[in-house]
């Protein structure tokens, strides 16, 4: 399975007066792919969560288990 770190930030950061309005309430996931995976949630409260996601393959995956792995975190991430 997928290791991840998760930093909650302190402080409660506000969404950027540049932004529209109407996209203040939503829910923004960024992604830095690569064998380290880093990721930033922006929830509608304005919360920042993000962390890393190691998807470094074991020795015995196939070559497409890193995509399933990262499939089901994204999956998660959704829920």
Do not use: C, K, N
């Amino acid at each position: 399975m997928a290791e991840t770190t998760v930093t909650p930030h302190a402080g409660g950061a506000m969404p950027l007066s540049a932004h529209p309005p109407h996209l203040a309430e939503r829910v923004l996931l960024a992604l830095d792919l690569g064998t380290t995976t880093g990721w930033a949630l922006r929830q509608a409260d304005a919360g920042i969560t993000s962390g890393t996601l190691s998807l470094r393959p074991s020795r015995y995956d196939g070559g497409g288990m890193r995509y399933v792995r990262f499939r089901a975190w994204l999956d998660g991430m959704a829920e």
